[in-house]
């Protein structure tokens, strides 16, 4: 089992910056997938970005599209998803999470770490 470890959350103004990061620990993460996800109380889980580990390939949902960038630090086991230009739609708690490559099946999830971006 993979554990994961989220920091790097806080309170921006409209247009500043946050960078979060997911250490991942238990695992080589060869062929396995991570990803970042939001979500608000009474909302659906959205998927922010991915990111498949060995060759680097990458997802973004259209809100955050040129905006948010998903990198990962191999020697480290970590991703971070750099957030620019945030707004106040942008305030949720966001959840970093992993699976094996080609798997429907999110299997281990972070703790989670809150965003809030004010007007």
């Known amino acids: 089992q993979v554990q994961l470890v989220e920091s790097g959350g806080g309170s921006v103004q409209a247009g500043g910056s946050l960078k979060l990061a997911c250490v991942a620990s238990?695992?080589?993460?060869?062929?396995?997938?991570m990803g970042w996800f939001r979500q608000a109380p009474g909302k659906e889980r959205e998927t922010v970005a991915a990111?498949?580990?060995?060759?680097?390939?990458?997802y973004y949902a259209d809100s955050v599209k040129g905006r948010f960038m998903i990198s990962r630090a191999n020697a480290k086991n970590t991703i971070y998803l750099q957030m620019d230009s945030l707004k106040p739609e942008d305030t949720d708690v966001y959840y970093c999470a992993i699976k094996y490559r080609g798997s429907p099946t999110w299997n281990s999830w972070g703790q989670g770490t809150q965003v809030t971006v004010s007007s």
């Open positions: 238990g695992r080589t993460l060869t062929n396995y997938v």
């Open positions: 990111l498949t580990w060995s060759e680097g390939i990458t």
